[in-house]
């Protein structure tokens, strides 16, 4: 496999007893050190970054001087307030998470972001490199993750619908376009009353993530997604099937959580970071199981980076722990925590990768599987300055119609009045 292929198929795009787990910005950037007089780093994260206690105390090991504080918050939305809020001024950590989604609205504020060294900028896929480079050539964000997606689904709920329950043949089952995969929905509820996936809002992600210029206009920037008909098809689609196919559970609410592991749902699309989720969230489950398929062949939902502020306290400590978290090493090993696939051209030719396996998913080559899935990727989908806050907004409408708080018409209404207040 060429990496240089992979550049162009990938969608662009998201212990020990010293390490705390503590709430996103709860514990502001060190100004000093830490009491017993190590240098103390603040990383902060969202959802799960594959960074345990043990992969942190590895950093601390091979460096006596330092202590790491990991801050993980609870959604991505979460850790973008606070990023806004307080970049330039007081209070971020030393090492910050980003998401791809919001990376547009952190390039306008470049200037506030410690660049990468020159000597790391060849480490990374050349579009997760190209999207990070600001105007003036600085690299302002270390690369983590990807998100190729496969389908993950409970294979006891399958055998239930009468439905097959070997990846393989769930692959072929699953071949196809969204209707195809609605159809099977169709199928598996009639069976068995029960939902097929959880939410409009998840299943809209996947969809709109194949769609090359959803929301803007890649040369004037303008926001062109009202007046987008592959965006209402696509609402329109995912809103008719889920009035029977959706458990109707907001991703990331308890409810979702709790749905991973009661059975409210027999699939989800699922990126390589949404493993370690499932296994997190439904530790007893035996028989959640990943397919090596994605409707229209190929999705990217995802991926993140690693951003440094300029005005932090430990600026150059901060820039080698980053360093050291995106190195090949340490990415095999957070895809192995936590399903995070690696955008590092050295990790993607892992045998350690390709060859990894996932016991709770009843040892699926996931290794493979998502290698596959990231080839299968054909579109990288412009996501310009408006595009969180159009989505965001979607999401919401979306929401409120599988809540009951409006129909499918109204809601779509309140979307369009909400874009274009934000342009």
Not at 119 to 141: H, V
Not at 356 to 385: C, W
Request: glycine letters at 8%.
């Amino acid at each position: 496999m060429k990496l240089s292929r992979r550049t162009r198929a990938i969608a662009a795009v998201t212990g020990a007893a010293s390490i705390a787990i503590i709430a996103a910005g709860c514990a502001p950037s060190s100004d000093s050190g830490s009491s017993d007089g190590k240098v103390e780093l603040t990383v902060a994260t969202f959802n799960d970054f594959g960074y345990t206690d043990e992969l942190l105390q590895e950093y601390m090991d091979a460096n006596p001087n330092v202590k790491v504080v990991q801050n993980v918050a609870a959604t991505s939305n979460d850790a973008r307030a606070n990023y806004f809020q307080k970049l330039g001024k007081k209070g971020l950590a030393d090492v910050e998470a980003i998401e791809v989604d919001w990376l547009p609205e952190v390039m306008q504020y470049s200037d506030l972001l410690a660049p990468v060294p020159e000597d790391l900028n060849d480490r990374w896929l050349d579009w997760k490199t190209e999207a990070a480079t600001d105007a003036d050539g600085n690299l302002i964000g270390y690369g983590t993750d990807i998100g190729p997606e496969g389908v993950c689904y409970r294979s006891d709920l399958f055998a239930a619908a009468g439905l097959p329950t070997d990846r393989e043949e769930v692959a072929k089952l699953l071949d196809g376009d969204w209707a195809k995969y609605f159809e099977v929905g169709a199928q598996y509820t009639a069976a068995t009353g029960n939902a097929f996936f959880d939410s409009a809002g998840g299943t809209y992600q996947g969809m709109i993530n194949q769609v090359d210029a959803a929301y803007e206009d890649p040369e004037s920037g303008d926001i062109t997604a009202t007046e987008n008909a592959e965006v209402e098809d696509i609402y329109n689609q995912v809103l008719d099937a889920s009035a029977t196919q959706s458990a109707h559970l907001g991703q990331w609410s308890d409810d979702w959580m709790a749905g991973l592991s009661n059975g409210a749902f027999a699939t989800m699309l699922c990126p390589g970071w949404m493993l370690g989720v499932i296994s997190g969230n439904a530790e007893d489950v035996t028989t959640w199981d990943i397919a090596n398929t994605f409707p229209n062949g190929g999705g990217n939902w995802g991926g993140s980076y690693l951003t440094v502020p300029a005005n932090g306290a430990n600026v150059e400590e901060a820039q080698k722990l980053a360093d050291w978290l995106t190195a090949p090493e340490q990415q095999v090993k957070a895809f192995e925590n936590a399903g995070t696939f690696p955008s590092q051209n050295d990790a993607l030719t892992s045998d350690t990768l390709l060859g990894s396996t996932n016991e709770y998913f009843n040892n699926a080559p996931v290794g493979q599987i998502l290698t596959d899935r990231a080839n299968a990727v054909t579109v990288a989908p412009f996501k310009g300055q408006f595009y969180f806050q159009v989505n965001d907004a979607m999401q919401k409408a979306l929401t409120r119609v599988e809540d009951g708080t409006q129909d499918k018409k109204a809601s779509w209404d309140q979307w369009v009045s909400e874009v274009e207040a934000i342009g």
